[in-house]
Every structure is written in structure tokens, then in C-alpha cells.
């Protein structure tokens, strides 16, 4: 029976500062297989899993032959990027924090498991990591609630007394649907208003504004009466 309580970590746009590169590149795909997309609705779409995001900028009736055409170019361009990411400030000390009170954390991310084990490399916090989902773990992506489910699975977690922290409204969804509440951040590119509206408990500005206020969030709420 899962009792344990465990905060679930998305990894671009919250830990790893890669929004915007996935904007391009995604952007970049898309035209070099002829589609003009605008670049904001592209930006709009990061932090679905790639199946969902080309539904969501293409139309759902878009030919999905091109799906692997179109991942394979966004993955080859993006690589290109990968010796340049960086953490956001905090994140690792984020991570380690909230092990060091007590809460399993986990990794939620919709990269792929070849991705999400570049990103572990750049977040160098894996010691403070007891588990991770990716989007080869599940058929179906964020805002669905099957990665932020597995995660609870992997790791025996309740999800009454879990939390995800996410940065764009997609993590929020798909939090809610899992019985999760989120703590967004902005560091994603989306607004305070648009977290709060998609249904996040609390909006921080970015994981190191989380961390300077851990012990006043509802971490520390949740965190207190487990020990109470």
C-alpha cells in the first residue's frame, strides 16, 4: 500500500534551463519538414511529450508518418545543445534539500531515457534522486497523468501526500489528474496567472525562489503534520 510521500521534479523549464532550446529546435524541425508554425505556439506546447506536442501545434489530424521524421530532427538539433545546458540556480540544492527533510524524490520528466540521462549528468544531484520516469516508461505523455503515476508507482507513494513541481501548465494537468497538487515555477516561460488558473497550489518565480522559502511552503505544511 503506498504510504510514502514523495515530491516528483520535471526536469526542462524546472531544474534545467532548456525551454526555449526546445522552442527552437522544435520550431526548426518543423520547418525543415514544411510546416510554418508560429514559434510562441511552439513555446506554448513544451513539456508534452512529443506525440501530444505535434497535436497540439499540427492539428490532430496532421499525418503521423512524419512523427518520427519530426522527433528525429528535433533530437539531432537540440543534441547540439546538450554540452551547453545548465541547471538553474538551486536546483541541485533543491533536490538534496528536500531529501534531507525526508521526501523521496523523483525524477517526472517527458524527455526520452537517453535525454533525461543527459540532463542527470547536468543536474549532478544523484544522490539525492531515488527514482525517475521518462517518456519511455509510458504510452502516454503530460498533461496525461501516466508519468506522474508511474512515478508515484516506482517510488510506493501516496498521492495525497505528494507534489510535483512543474513549470508549465501541462505539469499542472497532469498533476491534477494524478490526485497531485503542483508547485509550479516560472522559469518555464509561462505566467503566474497561468499556473494558478491551470490549478497549481503555489507559484514560485523559479526553483531557487522555492528553495529560500521551502520551510514557508506547503512542503513544510504537508512535511510537519506527516510528523505530527
Known amino acids: 500500500m503506498a504510504d510514502s510521500s514523495a515530491v516528483l521534479f520535471d ?3 524546472t531544474l534545467i534551463d532548456s525551454n526555449y532550446l526546445h522552442t527552437v529546435t522544435w520550431w526548426e ?52 545543445y546538450w554540452p551547453s545546458l545548465v541547471p538553474f540556480a538551486g536546483a541541485a540544492h533543491l533536490l538534496r534539500a528536500c531529501a534531507a527533510r525526508g521526501w523521496t524524490v523523483v525524477l517526472a520528466s517527458s524527455a526520452s531515457q537517453r535525454e533525461l540521462d543527459v540532463l542527470r549528468k547536468v543536474l549532478d544531484a544523484d544522490d539525492a534522486i531515488a527514482a525517475a520516469t521518462n517518456s519511455d516508461d509510458v504510452d502516454t505523455s503530460k498533461p496525461a497523468p501516466d508519468l506522474v503515476s508511474e512515478a508515484l508507482k516506482k517510488v510506493g507513494a501516496d498521492s495525497a501526500r505528494s507534489f510535483l513541481v512543474g513549470d508549465t501548465v501541462w505539469d499542472v494537468q497532469a498533476a491534477a489528474r494524478a ?20 490549478g497549481a497550489a503555489e507559484v514560485y518565480e523559479d526553483v531557487a525562489t522555492l528553495l529560500a ?8 505544511e504537508v512535511e510537519a503534520k506527516a510528523g505530527a
Do not use: K, W
Open 11 to 13: 526536469v526542462d523549464g
Open 213 to 220: 522559502h521551502l520551510d514557508d511552503s506547503l512542503l513544510a
Open 29 to 80: 524541425a518543423l520547418h525543415q519538414n514544411g510546416h510554418t508554425v508560429p514559434m510562441a505556439l511552439v513555446h506554448r506546447s513544451i513539456g508534452m511529450g512529443t506525440d501530444q506536442l505535434l497535436d497540439h501545434v499540427l492539428g490532430e489530424d496532421r499525418d503521423r508518418d512524419e512523427t518520427e521524421t519530426l522527433d528525429a530532427a528535433h533530437q539531432a538539433l537540440y543534441g547540439r
Open 179 to 198: 490526485g497531485v497538487r503542483c508547485l509550479a515555477v516560472q522559469s518555464g516561460g509561462f505566467s503566474r496567472d497561468e499556473l494558478l488558473t491551470a
